[in-house]
DNA sequence: GGCCATGTTTTTGTCTACAATCTGGCGAAA
DNA sequence: TTTCGCCAGATTGTAGACAAAAACATGGCC
């Protein structure tokens, strides 16, 4: 059961959270040989390491001179955040369709688990990145598209989890966020598809903004 | 000017191009003895461009057990279409708020010269495979959204030629096809994107559509 | 002083060899 | 006869060395 990865994946997950955790900021170089000196192995797993990584846009390769970890601007930024909203949209509203009683009964719970640790104060750290992401993985996955599920959980995912973790966002008052995650799961409750999607879109659409003013606000400080 | 590809770039993108036509039908086994012998080289670059395939989710790899040509279910050819569905009914949309008036000329133009080539019965061939897909490039291409070009393009529409080779589809009628690309266009040169995408989606609809009557004929003979 | 040519150094692309893992078939025991 | 285990062949994962290309630094020239 233990399952055991080649070392080609070990490097790529590992090398997966540092970036999402800004360990390895945006612009910096991966060359082989470093990474052999910090993984150890031989140059071929790394290698292939990178073009995992590449695969999931994580890194840019540019052939003859390496990988350097994919620094986005603001334009390109607003370019995915645009895709995300149009794909988790859909997803919403193919989810009011598809998922089954027990699934959103579940979704309920999971609500109910934040408010609970909202009110608790501790809710701070939580619901920005477990909680959130949690909400939104379910609801994606109970589009039942695979392929929808592959694109946002695969590679849109992984971009925001970066730019978040470095911005150390999230939305600034989770209770807020918390109140739009209600009402999108009520939607979807009822089975009001249009509404689940258009609420969808509107939380996302919040999350862009707060994120646009909060590298604003870092561009400023720079 | 010549630009030397690596010999991995130069047996993914042959590969490409032969998973496409279904020279390498879906289920096909990749070994990299197999590559090594048909185009010479080594087994590392042979990795390489099956890794790169298995990037643009042309082909599937397992762990110590090789890569083979997706081959997908209906479910899944649906799910994906689905998301095409989705994306270039953006596309479309932002493409009738963005596109320059010269694009959209050109756009005209390019309809323009489809009709001709239709009505000199040379279009059936060329409609299908070389028009048609020019025209949504096109489109995809003026929604000025760099990643979702990335995703229609470089993801989606691999699959999609694959699957037309394979059934030998594209659009029974081309002049139908044609005439909803000129009502396409026309709601872009107005500046209606609601109308726009609306159009859009009718018309990938459509080809799903028929795509799968030719996929249960298919089917049905085997 | 600035710019281009050039040689050195580093890094990537490729090759060959070896180790680990999977696949398929044979034979022995129930 | 069926099923389990085991052995042989083939295939993938990894290692280390060589070749080619790019980045960098140095020095000469304008």
Same mark, same amino acid.
């Given at each position: 059961?233990?399952?055991?990865?080649?070392?080609?994946?070990?490097?790529?997950?590992?090398?997966?959270?540092?970036?999402?955790?800004?360990?390895?900021?945006? #612009?910096?170089?991966?060359?082989?040989?470093?990474?052999?000196?910090?993984?150890? #192995?031989?140059?071929?797993?790394?290698?292939? /390491?990178?073009?995992?990584?590449?695969?999931?846009?994580?890194?840019?390769?540019?052939?003859?001179?390496?990988?350097?970890?994919?620094?986005?601007?603001?334009?390109?930024?607003?370019?995915? +955040?645009?895709?995300?909203?149009?794909?988790?949209?859909?997803?919403?509203?193919?989810?009011? *369709?598809?998922?089954?009683?027990?699934?959103?009964?579940? *979704?309920? #719970?999971?609500?109910?688990?934040?408010?609970?640790?909202?009110?608790?104060?501790?809710?701070?750290? +939580?619901?920005?990145?477990?909680?959130?992401?949690?909400?939104? +993985?379910?609801?994606?996955?109970?589009?039942?598209?695979?392929?929808?599920?592959?694109?946002?959980?695969?590679?849109? +995912?992984?971009?925001?989890?970066?730019?978040?973790?470095?911005?150390?966002?999230?939305?600034?008052?989770?209770?807020? /966020? *918390?109140?739009?995650?209600?009402?999108?799961?009520?939607?979807?409750?009822?089975?009001?598809?249009?509404?689940?999607?258009? *609420?969808?879109?509107?939380?996302?659409?919040?999350?862009?903004?707060?994120?646009?003013?909060?590298?604003?606000?870092?561009?400023?400080?720079?």
């Amino acid at each position: 059961m233990a399952e055991k990865p080649t070392l080609a994946e070990k490097v790529f997950s590992e090398l997966t959270i540092a970036i999402e955790r800004g360990e390895l900021p945006p #612009g910096t170089k991966l060359s082989e040989q470093m990474l052999v000196e910090r993984f150890g #192995g031989s140059r071929a797993p790394m290698r292939e /390491a990178i073009q995992k990584l590449e695969a999931r846009n994580l890194v840019a390769r540019i052939p003859h001179a390496g990988a350097r970890v994919v620094s986005l601007s603001l334009d390109e930024l607003k370019d995915i +955040y645009e895709v995300r909203l149009e794909l988790e949209g859909m997803a919403c509203r193919l989810a009011a *369709l598809r998922m089954s009683d027990t699934e959103i009964a579940e *979704l309920q #719970g999971l609500l109910q688990a934040h408010a609970a640790s909202i009110a608790a104060e501790q809710g701070q750290s +939580y619901y920005q990145s477990a909680g959130d992401l949690d909400f939104h +993985y379910r609801i994606i996955k109970g589009s039942q598209n695979s392929r929808l599920h592959q694109m946002l959980c695969g590679d849109l +995912y992984h971009i925001v989890r970066m730019y978040r973790y470095q911005t150390s966002t999230g939305h600034k008052r989770p209770g807020q /966020a *918390l109140q739009e995650h209600q009402r999108i799961v009520e939607a979807i409750a009822n089975r009001d598809a249009e509404l689940a999607e258009l *609420l969808m879109r509107r939380h996302i659409q919040a999350s862009l903004t707060n994120l646009e003013t909060l590298l604003a606000a870092q561009e400023g400080r720079a």
